[in-house]
């Protein structure tokens, strides 16, 4: 009887100390040490990058790539008297504040062209019909990479339409008009086309509220609660479904030399505060093409990066 325990004590020593042949038991924990990796495992296995490499959902440039961007463009105020809109307040307490954005010329005109294709191609004026042809502009980069564009422009008399004006319709807050790429029935539509349904936005809207509803003969007041009523919900959406909100004002009134201006983004991914950043609608622009992987269109400008969560 001794002599078995004694011969089953040397075999079980001799088996805990041996490991080429024996493996692990059925049921073993599950934090034991796994097997070292054989020759043929290790080389299997990719080295580390050195270099760095943008975060998930996020473009080269260190902008996130959203699903749908849109912008609304209002008129002639500052940034003084921006601050005073009630539904704007709401939107800068939970979005990047921009109190050092700038216009890049008076009157109008130039700086829808410079927010939509980086330049003001010499345009001076407010003048209609501007026609710029095969020109590049955000609409055709965004077309060319296979993403979608629309403008959604208040009391335009019908998709595609080329008046310069009916009733508080102006073309001149509607650069989409003006190239060879987006004029037309398939990407110049009424604001009544703008769909209620958000996931079946384009990758990028432009909004222009009419003169009316846009601050430019109408008051503040009204633009905010147009804002409200019709990209409120929106807003909301955009919050959790990858999607950004842009308003911005074309210029500061008067002609001002310091054309300053409020800009706000609200959305998804964006870290509430207040930037310092000075930056114009160029920067914008730069911002909206990082974001969908596009080269930038125009005058060198920095896309926005500081304010991504």
């Known amino acids: 009887m001794h002599r078995a325990l004694l011969t089953a004590f040397v075999g079980a020593a ?17 934090d034991s040490p796994a097997p070292a990796a054989t020759s043929r495992d290790t080389a299997s296995v990719a080295e580390p ?12 440039a260190g902008v996130p790539r959203f699903q749908h961007v849109v912008i609304v ?11 005073g809109m009630r539904y704007l307040a709401e939107l800068r ?6 109190p050092q954005s700038h216009g890049v010329s008076h009157p109008s005109e130039p700086n829808y062209l410079a927010l939509w294709s980086g330049s003001t191609h010499g345009v001076t004026s ?18 060319a990479a296979g993403d979608t564009v629309a403008a959604y422009a208040q009391g335009l ?5 080329t008046a310069c004006s009916a009733g508080p319709y102006a073309r001149k807050h509607d650069p989409l008009a003006d190239f060879s790429a987006t004029a037309g029935a398939a990407h110049d539509l009424p604001f009544s086309a703008f769909p209620s349904d958000y996931d079946r936005l384009p990758s990028v809207s432009f909004v222009a509220p009419d003169l009316d509803h846009d601050a430019h003969d109408g008051t503040l007041a009204t633009a905010d609660d147009w804002l409200r009523g019709n990209l409120g919900g929106y807003a909301t959406w955009a919050a959790t479904h990858d999607s950004l909100l842009i308003v911005t004002f074309d210029e500061e009134e008067g002609g001002a030399a310091s ?24 920067n914008v622009l730069h911002t909206i093409e990082s974001s969908f992987g596009l080269p930038s269109l125009g005058a060198t ?8 969560q």
């Open 301 to 308: 400008a920095a896309p926005i990066t500081d304010i991504w």
């Open 259 to 282: 054309n300053r201006i409020l800009t706000v983004f609200s959305g998804a991914h964006v870290r509430p505060g207040t930037s310092s950043e000075r930056m114009d609608h160029v």
């Open 14 to 30: 001799v088996l805990a100390t041996s490991g080429c042949s024996v493996g692990s038991p059925a049921g073993a924990p599950a």
């Open 73 to 83: 463009v209002e008129e002639n105020h500052g940034t003084a008297e921006a601050m």
């Open 49 to 60: 990058s050195t270099s760095a490499s943008p975060s998930p959902g996020m473009s080269a």
């Open 93 to 98: 307490r939970t979005g990047a504040v921009f």
């Open 157 to 161: 008399p019908s998709a595609g339409s």
């Open 126 to 143: 407010d003048a209609c019909p501007i026609d710029l042809g095969a020109a590049p502009s955000l609409g055709s980069q965004l077309l």
